[in-house]
């Protein structure tokens, strides 16, 4: 059975950071792409970041571009997401995605298989 899970999340102010963890069990996603997407209240899912299964290739949100960084350690089957200089629109649930059915990198959550619970982050003003 395929489990991601993340950690990571909390209640940060305003210009702060965190770090976000997404550990697979139940299978290897070294040779797929990762992803992570967001959804706060009201709003519908939105991708923020993805990864290729190599790093070579990343793609990220304009919004969040400068102050997230994606990436991923294949030998622990995790994959990151350091979020710097949160905002208070950042505010929403973090979800990790895996693939196991195609190669590229994508934000199209329709692509992913396998999904996390999610985490909350929260950023106060």
């Known amino acids: 059975q395929v489990q991601l899970v993340e950690s990571g999340g909390g209640l940060v102010q305003a210009g702060g950071s965190l770090r976000l963890s997404c550990a697979a069990s139940?299978?290897?996603?070294?040779?797929?792409?990762m992803g992570w997407f967001r959804q706060a209240p009201g709003k519908e899912r939105e991708f923020v970041a993805a990864?290729?299964?190599?790093?070579?290739?990343?793609y990220s949100t304009d919004s969040v571009k400068g102050r997230f960084a994606i990436s991923r350690d294949n030998a622990k089957n995790t994959v990151y997401l350091q979020m710097n200089s949160l905002k208070p629109e950042d505010t929403a649930v973090y979800y990790c995605?895996?693939?196991?059915?195609?190669?590229?990198?994508?934000?199209?959550?329709?692509?992913?298989?396998?999904w996390g619970q999610g985490t909350q982050v929260t950023v106060s003003s």
């Open positions: 995605a895996a693939t196991a059915s195609i190669v590229a990198p994508t934000g199209d959550p329709r692509n992913y298989d396998y």
């Open positions: 139940g299978r290897t996603f070294s040779s797929y792409p």
């Open positions: 990864m290729s299964w190599s790093g070579g290739t990343t």
